[in-house]
């Protein structure tokens, strides 16, 4: 059974960070493409961060320079370093896994973060 859990997530105040981490297991992490995705309220979920299986990134415009996606193959973690957060971060973040970035196979279940101002 696949099965992606995020953790991580919480109140901080704008300026500050945070480390989202995503536990995979039930597939071969090694192996696939993995993101983080984010939705605010009343908008639409969008792809902040992308991880190949050969760790070449991608980031979205709006976090690039302060948030790092990484993964550690022999825990069968993804984490998504966040600093210098800012109010228009507040969103349920999600790890997602497989498939294509447009199309992902597995989903976490999401976790919130929310940045004060």
């Known amino acids: 059974q696949v099965q992606l859990l995020e953790s991580g997530g919480g109140l901080v105040q704008a300026g500050g960070s945070l480390t989202l981490s995503c536990a995979a297991s039930?597939?071969?992490?090694?192996?696939?493409?993995m993101s983080w995705y984010r939705q605010a309220p009343g908008k639409q979920r969008e792809l902040v961060a992308n991880?190949?299986?050969?760790?070449?990134?991608w980031y979205a415009d709006s976090v690039k320079g302060r948030f790092t996606i990484s993964r550690d193959i022999a825990k069968q973690t993804m984490y998504l370093q966040m600093h210098r957060l800012k109010s228009e971060d507040t969103a349920v973040y999600y790890c997602?896994?497989?498939?294509?970035?447009?199309?992902?196979?597995?989903w976490g279940q999401g976790t919130q973060v929310t940045v004060s101002s």
């Open positions: 991880i190949l299986n050969d760790r070449t990134t």
């Open positions: 039930g597939i071969f992490f090694s192996i696939l493409d």
């Open positions: 997602a896994a497989g498939g294509t970035v447009n199309s992902r196979e597995y």
